[in-house]
């Protein structure tokens, strides 16, 4: 009888070429889940205080959620953690794909690499025997060519390969890691991190079982998912795309809001993937416009340019949906592009954050550059999400005369000149000429250039904002500015405590109103205690590698009950949330002992956050209230207001103990 995970991790050392397991206590997994959990303790553990990021002390780890591979559906997700190069505390970034069961299929929950190779190297694991191997041939291919090669070299589809394009290579920290042919775990700037250790890919393909406790338990749980998941169906296949867009149109001028419930998110997200919000997002003000300083309704309109991005066109290029390991939902696509000037035989379905970063940020509606830039990223291994808002922060340089033509090496670059743009990505994927100093990402590019450009580098602590505006959802503020990895929209916000529908899974919490007065929606009273829950809940999730749009089906997804069954535990619901905050804390704590104070070092750029307040759209007027906002997540969660850190007392009952004296002596 098994009890879902492997209980064993890999340590791998590329400047001695020594290669180690660890046992790992049953204690620990019930303490920390694996995935993130597990991850966030060993890089506390391990990463000494002040490692050089890009240095051989920095410790590159790969982990699978505790969930993967054990019959329990949308639990399919993996993390790449380690000391960002971007931010200087606690980097992680999650993709999916099928590269999660493939870690512990190879016999272990987590590989972690330390140290630096003299050559380039893969790390492989076929069938249980670890090695390390020559990828001199390999160094410079792009990460879809270098794939190819190495499931041809390894033997075929069982092989699942992790790998940096030329971005990582070159030490870009934008750079994410590589998987299924361009899907990327994007964020944190750790391709650069592999690159850095001169790590082109692991390649892994094995045969362990996943053992569960309760193999019966799982199936009825599947089964009862199922009826709901399936119900509806024919009649989702017949909504329009349009639809969505009229609800963003809607949105726009509505005085009232209301509380979004799975079905719709199911529906949405089944039939279109994330584009679905292209239009809808770019309508109502969630997205960023014109590097947050505009409006889609009036600079980027539905008429001449985000119905050019609606996702009904880019469904119409596509040959083939995908699904991830254990996902019904089947929200990802290939395409194909035969004609324009961008052709292309086989490439990714852009998603909605590539589509806003290189459409509504930057007013480009030319949905065949789109395609041009997302495949020119997935290959190089460089985030679309910091790519997009870098090429803004230059636009913008560009129209105040602090960067000229001559500076852009030629480049006209004014608002949504896609030609430009493809030019732009070109340049800085390989690190050539104004592409060198804009390939680490708008704070360091600002610094470089200088002359007040820093007013324009759209950021949170180092990392560039996503296509989610703030001031559109303040709850996503605190998201930015307080959690251990700034800047990213997949942790928490007011519209995910409405969809996770947590007063469903933890008795005690209160109810979101389904319907509320748009200004209600900027009175933070009261709504610090359902943040809070949710960065917890979203912890525990990451560390069971759930997928966050399972989260989005309003606790339908019985996630608490597949971990019970799995491992045989009897945890109740709040045990997983105190597991969730225990996550939470370490990866907060290890910011802390690298000297960071997220209330600080963690702000973002004002303009995000409605200082000066927009002059016109939806929201017009909006200035969000940083100081209580973060005041009373801290005070939610156990934090320091102060600092943004958990607070001794916190941390000691949570039995943090090597966490509070790092941090308090």
Same mark, same amino acid.
């Given at each position: 009888?098994?009890?879902?995970?492997?209980?064993?991790?890999?340590?791998?050392?590329?400047?001695?070429?020594?290669?180690?397991?660890?046992?790992?206590?049953?204690?620990?997994?019930?303490?920390?889940?694996?995935?993130?959990?597990?991850?966030?303790?060993?890089?506390?553990?391990?990463?000494?205080?002040?490692?050089?990021?890009?240095?051989?002390?920095?410790?590159?780890?790969?982990?699978?959620?505790?969930?993967?591979?054990?019959?329990?559906?949308?639990?399919?997700?993996?993390?790449?953690?380690?000391?960002?190069?971007?931010?200087?505390?606690?980097?992680?970034?999650?993709?999916?794909?099928?590269?999660?069961?493939?870690?512990?299929?190879?016999?272990?929950?987590?590989?972690?690499?330390?140290?630096?190779?003299?050559?380039?190297?893969?790390?492989?694991?076929?069938?249980?025997?670890?090695?390390?191997?020559?990828?001199?041939?390999?160094?410079?291919?792009?990460?879809?060519?270098?794939?190819?090669?190495?499931?041809?070299?390894?033997?075929?589809?069982?092989?699942?390969?992790?790998?940096?394009?030329?971005?990582?290579?070159?030490?870009?920290?934008?750079?994410?890691?590589?998987?299924?042919?361009?899907?990327?775990?994007?964020?944190?700037?750790?391709?650069?991190?592999?690159?850095?250790?001169?790590?082109?890919?692991?390649?892994?393909?094995?045969?362990?079982?996943?053992?569960?406790?309760?193999?019966?338990?799982?199936?009825?749980?599947?089964?009862?998912?199922?009826?709901?998941?399936?119900?509806?169906?024919?009649?989702?296949?017949?909504?329009?795309?349009?639809?969505?867009?009229?609800?963003?149109?809607?949105?726009?001028?509505?005085?009232?809001?209301?509380?979004?419930?799975?079905?719709?998110?199911?529906?949405?997200?089944?039939?279109?993937?994330?584009?679905?919000?292209?239009?809808?997002?770019?309508?109502?003000?969630?997205?960023?416009?014109?590097?947050?300083?505009?409006?889609?309704?009036?600079?980027?309109?539905?008429?001449?340019?985000?119905?050019?991005?609606?996702?009904?066109?880019?469904?119409?290029?596509?040959?083939?949906?995908?699904?991830?390991?254990?996902?019904?939902?089947?929200? %990802?696509? =290939?395409?194909?592009? +035969?004609?324009? /000037?961008? @052709?292309?035989?086989? $490439?990714?379905?852009?998603?909605?954050? #590539?589509?806003?970063?290189?459409?509504?940020?930057?007013?480009?509606?030319?949905?065949?550059?789109?395609?041009?830039?997302?495949?020119?990223?997935?290959?190089?291994?460089?985030?679309?999400?910091?790519?997009?808002?870098?090429?803004?922060?230059?636009?913008?340089?560009?129209?105040?005369?602090?960067?000229?033509?001559?500076?852009?090496?030629?480049?006209?670059?004014?608002?949504?000149?896609?030609?430009?743009?493809?030019?732009?990505?070109?340049?800085?994927?390989?690190?050539?000429?104004?592409?060198?100093?804009?390939?680490?990402?708008?704070?360091?590019?600002?610094?470089?250039?200088?002359?007040?450009?820093?007013?324009?580098?759209?950021?949170?602590?180092?990392?560039?904002?996503?296509?989610?505006?703030?001031?559109?959802?303040? %709850?996503? =503020?605190?998201?930015? +500015?307080?959690? /251990?990895? @700034?800047?990213?929209? $997949?942790?928490?916000?007011?519209?995910? #405590?409405?969809?996770?529908?947590?007063?469903?899974?933890?008795?005690?919490?209160?109810?979101?109103?389904?319907?509320?007065?748009?200004?209600?929606?900027?009175?933070?009273?009261?709504?610090?205690?359902?943040?809070?829950?949710?960065?917890?809940?979203?912890?525990?999730?990451?560390?069971?590698?759930?997928?966050?749009?399972?989260?989005?089906?309003?606790?339908?997804?019985?996630?608490?009950?597949?971990?019970?069954?799995?491992?045989?535990?009897?945890?109740?619901?709040?045990?997983?949330?105190?597991?969730?905050?225990?996550?939470?804390?370490?990866?907060?704590?290890?910011?802390?002992?690298?000297?960071?104070?997220?209330?600080?070092?963690?702000?973002?750029?004002?303009?995000?956050?409605?200082?000066?307040?927009?002059?016109?759209?939806?929201?017009?007027?909006?200035?969000?209230?940083?100081?209580?906002?973060?005041?009373?997540?801290?005070?939610?969660?156990?934090?320091?207001?102060?600092?943004?850190?958990?607070?001794?007392?916190?941390?000691?009952?949570?039995?943090?103990?090597?966490?509070?004296?790092?941090?308090?002596?």
């Amino acid at each position: 009888m098994g009890n879902g995970y492997m209980g064993k991790v890999l340590h791998v050392d590329l400047s001695s070429g020594s290669i180690r397991e660890e046992q790992i206590a049953p204690e620990v997994y019930k303490r920390f889940l694996s995935g993130a959990g597990l991850a966030a303790k060993v890089l506390f553990d391990t990463i000494p205080p002040g490692a050089d990021p890009l240095g051989s002390e920095n410790v590159l780890g790969f982990a699978s959620g505790l969930l993967t591979g054990t019959g329990a559906f949308m639990t399919g997700r993996w993390m790449v953690v380690a000391k960002s190069p971007l931010t200087g505390g606690y980097g992680e970034a999650n993709c999916g794909g099928a590269f999660s069961p493939a870690i512990k299929r190879s016999g272990y929950d987590a590989i972690f690499v330390r140290g630096v190779s003299p050559k380039p190297v893969c790390l492989r694991i076929l069938d249980g025997k670890a090695e390390i191997t020559d990828a001199a041939h390999l160094w410079g291919k792009d990460a879809v060519e270098a794939e190819r090669l190495l499931i041809e070299e390894h033997g075929g589809k069982r092989v699942r390969v992790a790998v940096i394009g030329q971005a990582g290579e070159r030490g870009s920290k934008i750079s994410g890691v590589v998987h299924d042919r361009g899907r990327i775990a994007a964020r944190s700037g750790l391709g650069a991190v592999m690159g850095s250790k001169r790590l082109k890919a692991v390649v892994l393909a094995g045969k362990e079982p996943i053992e569960v406790h309760d193999p019966e338990r799982i199936k009825d749980l599947n089964e009862t998912f199922m009826k709901w998941f399936k119900a509806g169906e024919s009649f989702e296949r017949r909504v329009p795309s349009g639809f969505f867009s009229l609800m963003g149109r809607f949105f726009r001028v509505s005085p009232v809001g209301m509380a979004q419930d799975g079905a719709l998110a199911k529906m949405a997200f089944r039939q279109f993937g994330t584009i679905v919000t292209n239009v809808l997002s770019s309508e109502s003000g969630d997205s960023p416009v014109k590097n947050w300083k505009g409006a889609g309704y009036r600079d980027f309109p539905i008429q001449t340019h985000s119905g050019n991005l609606d996702p009904k066109r880019i469904i119409a290029r596509q040959v083939r949906k995908y699904h991830c390991f254990s996902c019904p939902m089947g929200c %990802g696509g =290939l395409c194909r592009v +035969e004609s324009g /000037p961008y @052709p292309l035989e086989e $490439t990714h379905k852009p998603e909605y954050e #590539t589509c806003c970063s290189f459409g509504a940020l930057i007013l480009n509606n030319d949905l065949d550059a789109i395609f041009k830039i997302n495949d020119m990223l997935n290959r190089a291994g460089m985030d679309t999400i910091s790519a997009g808002v870098t090429v803004a922060f230059a636009m913008e340089c560009y129209e105040n005369g602090i960067l000229s033509r001559q500076d852009l090496d030629g480049i006209d670059l004014s608002w949504g000149n896609a030609a430009g743009v493809v030019r732009l990505v070109q340049k800085m994927i390989d690190r050539e000429g104004i592409g060198d100093v804009l390939a680490d990402g708008v704070k360091e590019a600002s610094r470089r250039i200088g002359k007040g450009s820093e007013r324009f580098a759209m950021h949170a602590g180092g990392q560039e904002l996503p296509m989610h505006d703030a001031r559109f959802d303040p %709850g996503l =503020l605190v998201a930015y +500015e307080l959690e /251990p990895t @700034p800047g990213r929209h $997949t942790n928490v916000c007011y519209q995910w #405590t409405e969809l996770f529908a947590m007063h469903k899974i933890f008795p005690g919490l209160p109810k979101p109103p389904q319907f509320y007065r748009i200004r209600e929606k900027y009175n933070p009273a009261g709504k610090e205690v359902l943040m809070a829950a949710g960065s917890k809940y979203v912890q525990a999730a990451n560390g069971l590698g759930a997928c966050l749009f399972g989260l989005y089906l309003s606790a339908r997804l019985p996630l608490f009950e597949y971990a019970n069954a799995a491992t045989g535990w009897t945890f109740a619901p709040r045990d997983y949330l105190e597991i969730g905050e225990r996550i939470q804390a370490v990866r907060q704590g290890f910011n802390g002992r690298e000297g960071l104070k997220p209330i600080q070092d963690f702000s973002m750029n004002p303009r995000a956050a409605g200082h000066p307040p927009l002059a016109y759209g939806p929201l017009k007027g909006v200035s969000l209230d940083r100081q209580r906002l973060n005041r009373d997540f801290c005070r939610a969660m156990g934090w320091d207001e102060g600092t943004g850190l958990p607070t001794k007392a916190r941390l000691d009952a949570l039995g943090l103990a090597e966490v509070s004296r790092a941090l308090y002596g």
